[in-house]
């Protein structure tokens, strides 16, 4: 079983940066793709970026790629979530989640994201 605990959202005007961190407990941290989705009030969870368990390999969505940036420190169990260029629509709560195969993923309980002036 693995735990998952999202720090770093916050206030942040538009055109401003935040960087979140996953910090995972449990063991097996190193064996687990990660990735960050986020929730707008109203909206469904989307994706926000993957990346693979050695780091080497990241995906992003569309309306984040050139502003986010993933990454991880499997030597510490965290994960990490660069965010520049902060825009309105950026606001929402944001999840980390973990995923082995089909049948162990886990997600963390989320931290929100307001770009506001």
């Known amino acids: 079983q693995v735990q998952l605990v999202e720090s770093g959202g916050g206030l942040v005007q538009p055109g401003g940066s935040l960087r979140l961190s996953c910090a995972a407990s449990g063991g097996g941290f190193s064996l687990y793709t990660m990735a960050w989705y986020r929730q707008a009030p109203g909206k469904l969870r989307d994706l926000v970026a993957t990346?693979?368990?050695?780091?080497?390999?990241?995906n992003y969505a569309d309306f984040v790629k050139g502003r986010f940036t993933i990454s991880r420190d499997n030597a510490n169990n965290t994960v990490y979530l660069q965010m520049n260029s902060l825009k309105p629509e950026d606001t929402a709560a944001y999840y980390c989640n973990a995923r082995y195969g089909l049948s162990r993923i886990y997600w963390g309980k989320g931290t929100l994201v307001t770009v506001s002036s």
């Open positions: 990346i693979s368990v050695s780091g080497g390999a990241t």
